[in-house]
């Protein structure tokens, strides 16, 4: 009988089921997944199956992350009475076949399993190795096999953690003396495809619970498993105000609760990982559980179950690593550092391990000295504290950046993201092709955000091009391949047709490349003044904003639930739809489009009030008759240097022989993009 290759829907439960059951047969070598990862997973378009006489005998379970343009490759199984038939081949191609616009697909598996034969075999080639954060510390090989696009952008993918503080609950699931049933759960977390997506940290209540352990041998068996774990400390008096914030609307929207050492406990928990600045509580307690809508409103701080985390690692993730609301929240302000001062920069020393203070201070005072005039650039918080540091100059066609420095903070993550976007957009307004970092101690979490930027490392600096091109691939290609060869490397090769998804990733690498014929497409989007304001400052808000913070690399726009063809990734065109007289309406930017969701207001806001400028009830003003809005998560935004007015863009559009609509979102072809972007760009 032939072996047939389904790819399971929500709706398929016994497929489902039977792909769970022959799952479990193999935990001990495939890592632990809960039943909802599965269903999850058939959702998502991520469950494959190989049937035979109505049995499973095989299945891949694979995710699609939307912020990259990779597939995550969780498990690959075969039952050990059919390998030797091929099936983990065909489930491999199948995949390959049915998403053949991804860049490729990432593997982990543990090297003392000798199965590097099987990898090879199936084409991947070897991609680095990982620690496990196993009770054993395992080593897991790094899997990678190329869909056969341009090899360049392998690199760019960078997998910024996500840092979830665990209560004692799930610590003792973790590293218990025995395994439960209802520990599968938490151990999930420590599943090999999650080692390097996924940290978890304790913080002190979780320290205080150990020390109340009555058995000895247990109290010290779980006092030593903490060094696997990342320490939190945070500051203890602005624990004390949190917990009492917390304790009180605790009392005020649960009245049925005591206050009692249980609730203080996990309220404590709570408190610990907000002033950590973490926004992820994984627990399985039922009374922290009750907790999470409070602990949502007042600390910012989602409390999970673990197979929340393992089904939603992506989400959870990006929003903890980049938060830009909280950036326009806080008073934060750039200034130059005056020479002298080097000395009171202390946040910024031994950051990686290899800079000393004086070092440090002595390689700033002599920036003063260079024949070149830096740019010395200070960014401090509300409080007054310096927060980041960077340095830079332009040396013919390369900027140079000698110092890039974040100190710990709770916003750091962001900062480094936005620091790495404002240095890309401030290398193209001075006209620069490439940027160079030449730090050679940059921040730990800086250099790990600038892979997502299409930073490579180049004779131990780190390197990214800056291609102003609007074109064909080919276009594209010849300006990046001149730029490599300058720097001696080699550029990927381009070509037209590119698939949607690849071409994002060139976009995203070579900011602000455009690859005008390329699947990447393109839309129109109407907006009210009162909102392209809020996120773009056009038309200016009488008080101008940072123009280090001035637009944060993501943002979210709410609109009615109707849809009108969106697809993701694309490149959007800002339309403001409301203006004096017809110059008063203006094309006044483009941005990248990362998502499209259509929710209930109250889930979208939740989901992406991080992103700021929204409240909640505007988000629900946004919801039509069926009680559903549409939430437009793009980024990289680029305001014009000149608006393309009403007039102008009606012009371009009858000039090129095609149709425009600017009564709602609507595609345009790449074409009248490319005119319009050129337009916006014109100097003369």
């Known amino acids: 009988m032939a072996i047939k290759l389904l790819s399971v829907s929500p709706a398929q ?75 983990a081949r065909l489930l491999v191609d199948a995949i390959k076949e049915r998403y053949p616009q991804r860049l490729g697909i990432k593997a982990k598996c543990r090297r003392d399993y000798d199965l590097s034969d099987m990898w090879t075999s199936l084409g991947f080639v070897p991609h680095g190795e990982v620690r496990g954060r196993g009770r054993d510390g395992e080593i897991l090989d790094g899997w990678w096999l190329d869909l056969g696009h341009p090899d360049l952008f392998t690199d760019v993918e960078s997998d910024a953690l996500l840092v979830v503080t665990v209560d004692h609950g799930v610590f003792a699931d973790l590293r218990g003396p025995t395994d439960t049933a209802d520990a599968e759960e938490s151990r999930a977390l420590e599943a090999g495809w999650m ?103 007042v600390a910012r701080v989602r409390v999970v179950s673990p197979s929340t985390v393992t089904l939603h690692v992506d989400e959870l993730r990006q929003a903890q690593v980049y938060r830009p609301a909280d950036l326009m929240g806080t008073d934060f302000r750039s200034t130059e550092v005056s020479p002298g001062a080097e000395d009171g920069l202390i946040a910024f020393f031994n950051q990686s391990g290899g800079d000393d203070s004086s070092a440090f201070a002595e390689r700033l005072r002599s920036l003063n000295a260079a024949t070149v005039v830096w740019r010395r650039e200070l960014l401090r918080d509300g409080e007054g504290h310096p927060v980041a540091l960077y340095a830079w100059a332009l040396d013919g066609r390369t900027l140079i950046v000698p110092v890039l420095r974040t100190a710990d903070h709770p916003l750091e993550e962001s900062l480094a993201r936005q620091l790495l976007f404002l240095l890309k957009r401030l290398g193209r307004d001075c006209g620069a092709e490439i940027i160079r970092i030449t730090d050679p101690h940059p921040s730990t979490v800086a250099k790990a955000a600038a892979g997502d930027d299409g930073f490579f490392e180049h004779d131990g600096r780190l390197v990214a091009l800056l291609v102003n091109v609007c074109g064909t691939a080919a276009e594209v290609e010849a300006v990046a391949g001149g730029l490599a060869r300058e720097l001696t490397v080699e550029a990927a090769g381009l070509h037209a047709g590119m698939p949607a998804e690849v071409a994002a990733v060139v976009e995203r690498a070579w900011w602000p490349a455009k690859v005008i014929d390329s699947g990447l497409p393109s839309f129109l989007v109407p907006i009210k003044p009162r909102w392209s304001t809020e996120l773009f400052n056009v038309p200016a808000m009488l008080m101008p904003r940072s123009h280090v913070l001035g637009i944060s690399r993501e943002h979210i726009y709410y609109r009615s639930s109707g ?67 549409m939430a437009l998560r793009f980024s990289d935004t680029e305001i014009f240097p000149k608006p393309v007015t009403l007039r102008r863009l009606t012009s371009l559009a009858k000039e090129l022989g095609l149709p425009l609509s600017l009564i709602s979102l609507s595609k345009i072809s790449n074409e009248l993009f490319q005119a319009v972007y050129k337009e916006g760009h014109r100097t003369t």
């Open 13 to 87: 439960a016994e497929l489902i089921d039977k792909a769970i059951a022959l799952g479990d047969r193999y935990t001990k070598t495939l890592g632990l997944l809960t039943p909802p990862a599965y269903r999850q997973a058939a959702e998502d378009g991520g469950l494959l199956v190989a049937v035979e006489a109505d049995e499973v005998i095989g299945y891949a379970l694979f995710g699609l992350p939307k912020r990259s343009a990779h597939i995550r490759l969780a498990h690959l199984c075969v039952a050990e009475e059919q390998r030797g038939r091929g099936i």
């Open 563 to 629: 849809r009108r063809g969106e697809s993701v990734p694309a490149r959007l065109l800002w339309y403001v739809s409301e203006g004096a007289g017809v110059d008063g309406q203006m094309v006044v930017g483009s941005s990248r489009l990362d998502e499209v969701l259509i929710d209930t207001p109250d889930t979208l806001f939740s989901k992406f009030e991080h992103l700021g400028v929204y409240g909640q009830a505007e988000v629900r003003g946004a919801a039509d008759a069926s009680g559903r809005a």
């Open 195 to 297: 080692t390097d997506l996924v940290e978890l940290a304790y913080s002190p209540q979780l320290v205080h619970q150990i020390r109340d352990i009555t058995d000895t041998t247990e109290r010290q068996h779980q006092r030593a498993a903490l060094h696997g774990l990342r320490q939190l400390t945070p500051d203890a008096a602005a624990v004390a105000e949190r917990t009492a914030e917390l304790l009180s609307a605790a009392m005020e929207s649960l009245p049925d609760l005591s206050d009692n050492g249980a609730l203080r406990c996990c309220v404590q928990y709570v408190a610990e990982t907000s002033c950590a600045g973490l926004q992820v509580l994984a627990t399985r307690n039922p009374l922290l559980t009750r907790l999470a809508d409070v602990a949502w409103e």
